[in-house]
């Protein structure tokens, strides 16, 4: 699986050690965010900002064309991304992680959700976000922040080793597919996320 809401394994990564204390809230409850574990990546994109927004705001039910351990998403509740509405997606595995929508902007070209159930991983809890930023007439950073926190400190630790490495490649598959029209594969997912992986800013707060 991917997002944290995806949790799944990869590979370490090196990463910046820049704290994340300037980052905004993306739980709904804040006394969780303090607890978690947060990691921020970004990516520019040489597409318009209306178009990103197309692939993973408006169409938030679509994320198997970048997620390379996914077979399928869909929608728990509701059919459109809004606060409120529920996906579920399924792993190659057949482990499943249902999200919810807690922040859903088209003007800010923000989405945030928070894993409600998985059978993927002992989680306490987990949230995310992607938030565009319109940085040129065809060119769009995306941001990605997730926090997430472990049942166990070994799992905890296990999880910071590996989740950088699953959105690398989550991010890179974006940028993938939205400028050459190809989705990344589980054949390709390496080739991809070493391609773009220099472009891809990291920031963590452990």
Do not use: C
Not at 3 to 13: D, K, N, P, R, W
Not at 123 to 128: Q, V
Not at 145 to 171: C, D, Y
Request: positive net charge; charged residues 20%.
């Amino acid at each position: 699986m991917s997002q944290i809401t995806a949790l799944a394994v990869a590979v370490y990564v090196a990463l910046s050690t820049a704290a994340l204390a300037d980052i905004q809230r993306f739980s709904q409850n804040p006394s969780l965010q303090q607890q978690a574990s947060m990691i921020e990546m970004s990516i520019e994109i040489d597409a318009a900002v209306a178009e990103v927004w197309n692939l993973v705001g408006k169409h938030f039910d679509k994320s198997k064309v970048f997620n390379v351990e996914a077979v399928s998403t869909f929608y728990l509740e509701g059919t459109t991304p809004q606060v409120g509405s529920r996906r579920r997606t399924i792993g190659t595995d057949g482990t499943f992680i249902d999200v919810q929508i807690f922040r859903f902007s088209h003007r800010d070209h923000t989405v945030s959700w928070e894993i409600t159930n998985t059978d993927l991983a002992p989680l306490s809890f987990g949230f995310s976000e992607y938030r565009l930023e319109n940085i040129g007439a065809k060119r769009t950073r995306l941001v990605q922040t997730s926090g997430f926190k472990m049942e166990s400190g070994l799992m905890n630790a296990a999880m910071r080793f590996r989740f950088p490495t699953i959105l690398k490649t989550e991010l890179a598959g974006i940028k993938f597919f939205i400028e050459t029209g190809n989705q990344i594969t589980p054949r390709t997912a390496r080739k991809v996320r070493l391609k773009y992986g220099d472009a891809i800013n990291v920031r963590r707060s452990w």
